[in-house]
């Protein structure tokens, strides 16, 4: 009877790799980890709109303010219920106008209405859920929101190093936990003084940089060959952390109070960091839980290109790395996706909420949606690249460049258009969905190679050309305040930040397809001795 029960095992352990197999878990890790890194990242790019009274979300002007009306009919699809939101929100503020100031700031009309408060008194106690904004200066918002990449620029190198010493999974856990701890702080910590909450920005950066590097070694130990464009793919993510995170902390802002926005989004990660702890793991050698037959075939597949154990940082050729000029050309080329990135996220609630004029939550919800167009744009891309490497059709190399056009060339061309459609609110929408969603083919051209390069030392390549990518996050928040910003942020300033967002763009990508490759470099391979003696040593 045993003998049956044990013959009988692999159908069933066959199903389980079927219809549940461990990798799939990881690549659903994965992406929850690039998800609750964006969150964090991006809480402060939407915040500073209620948060500082000089630049008060619902307050603003804004080139389309005088044609809003049109506006909304315009949006009507996207938010069907706009017209009695407006219709509600004008009865409230001519109620505020009766009231005097001191039933205006206490009360119902604080916390529906917090632009119409009096900024708080620098020498007030630290409260909690007062919802006052403060009277800071347009370039210290512009510091807060670059203040993310001060961090994150080292912290991308710090996370490459991490994975190589730690692993994976407990990487991204301390980072992740620390993140939380201090996001859930700040709100506390900003009454303190603008520069206490910079720092804490510095740090969150710092974390966040880690995750990515991380997921880049996951990636390069579990996705077999011609299933790693879909693994990169759940890399997007953060894609779906902004889609969902735009919306989700305006709305929380604009319903109760900016520090609610800051509370409830670290709470849910605190959830988050318990489920990565007891499911993810750094190999499937490591796991507890995989089939045996689906580790065979996981290791199997990638026979001579990824080692069993994670190599040391005393493996890892750094002098070959460094003078790579494939490596060097796709760092060029990632720095451009970023510098592109960056400008949307840290940026775009500017732009429609100052320079355009719409409300916060509705501003919101209309940068949300490239993102979703950059989510399912990517998942098609991956699926289509991970055929084409499978059936051979070109050569990777010939790929990953033809993707750049994709990736970035059609995104910069959109991006230029969105500066000159001015407060055609849908047609704008058009262009950025299509930028950002046509951007998803990253996923099968700068975020891949890597891992082409050197399934090895993916992690730290990553960490490397995510370092320099960064950078263009503490280049785009200063940049955008100096050209548009301290001008009140007309639409013909903000034309000419599109355009040198473009052009960065297309010209990294021009780099990439002179000098950048698909073919595994022979820095790869780790010296049969030097692995024999590493084991033998630990």
């Known amino acids: 009877m045993f003998r049956h029960e044990e013959e009988r095992l692999p159908l069933v352990q066959r199903k389980k790799k079927q219809w549940i197999p461990t990798r799939l878990l ?307 080329c990632h720095f451009g996706n970023l510098f592109l990135l960056f400008f949307y996220q840290n940026s775009m609630m500017l732009y429609l909420t100052k320079a355009l004029g719409f409300h916060l939550t509705k501003g919101g919800a209309a940068a949300s949606l490239p993102w979703a167009g950059r989510l399912f744009f990517g998942f098609f891309f991956s699926w289509a690249g991970d055929t084409i490497k499978r059936k051979q059709l070109v050569s990777v190399t010939i790929l990953r460049k033809g993707a750049t056009v994709f990736s970035h060339l059609i995104p910069g061309i959109f991006l230029i258009l969105v500066g000159y459609v001015g407060c055609r609110f849908v047609l704008a929408n058009v262009f950025l969905v299509l930028a950002l969603g046509f951007n998803g083919a990253a996923s099968i051209s700068n975020l891949s190679n890597n891992q082409d390069l050197s399934p090895n030392f993916a992690g730290f390549l990553y960490g490397i050309m995510n370092t320099v990518g960064c950078a263009s996050g503490i280049i785009i928040s200063p940049m955008v305040e100096e050209i548009a910003g301290k001008y009140g942020n007309p639409i013909e300033k903000w034309q000419i930040l599109f355009w040198i967002g473009a052009a960065v763009c297309i010209v990294c990508m021009v780099i990439f397809v002179l000098g950048g490759s698909g073919n595994i470099q022979k820095w790869n391979e780790i010296p049969a001795e030097e692995t024999e003696r590493d084991r033998a040593r630990n």
């Not at 070694?217 to 790693?228: G, H, I, T």
Request: proline share 7%; net charge neutral; hydrophobic share 45%.
């Open 26 to 332: 990881i690549g659903v890790m994965m992406f929850t980890a690039c998800w609750t890194s964006y969150m964090c990242r991006l809480q402060m790019p939407i915040l500073v709109v209620p948060m500082i009274k000089a630049v008060a979300g619902n307050a603003t002007g804004g080139a389309c303010a005088p044609e809003q009306n049109r506006v909304r009919r315009a949006i009507s699809w996207l938010d069907p219920v706009a017209d009695l939101e407006d219709h509600i929100l004008n009865e409230r503020l001519q109620a505020a106008q009766n009231f005097e100031p001191s039933e205006t700031f206490n009360g119902r009309f604080a916390r529906e209405a917090p632009y119409l408060r009096d900024a708080r008194p620098h020498d007030a106690p630290i409260e909690l859920f007062n919802g006052m904004p403060f009277d800071w200066q347009p370039q210290v918002r512009g510091q807060l929101i670059a203040a993310y990449s001060y961090g994150n620029v080292p912290g991308n190198f710090l996370g490459g190093l991490m994975t190589l010493r730690w692993g994976a999974k407990n990487s991204i856990l301390w980072m992740s936990l620390l993140a939380a701890i201090v996001s859930l702080v700040s709100p506390i910590l900003a009454q303190v003084h603008w520069g206490v909450l910079l720092f804490t920005r510095i740090v969150i950066g710092l974390t966040g940089g880690v995750t990515f590097p991380a997921c880049h070694s996951l990636v390069a130990q579990w996705s077999p060959p011609d299933e790693k464009a879909r693994f990169v793919w759940s890399l997007l993510g953060g894609t779906f952390g902004t889609i969902l995170t735009y919306p989700m902390v305006a709305g929380i802002a604009e319903s109760l109070n900016w520090e609610s926005a800051w509370y409830i989004p670290s709470l849910l990660m605190f959830v988050w960091i318990i489920f990565w702890a007891i499911f993810a793991y750094d190999s499937p050698a490591e796991h507890p839980g995989i089939s045996d037959e689906e580790k065979k075939y996981i290791i199997d597949s990638q026979a001579g290109t990824v080692t069993a154990k994670k190599p040391t940082l005393k493996q890892t050729p750094l002098k070959e790395i460094f003078t790579s000029i494939p490596f060097i050309s796709l760092t060029f």
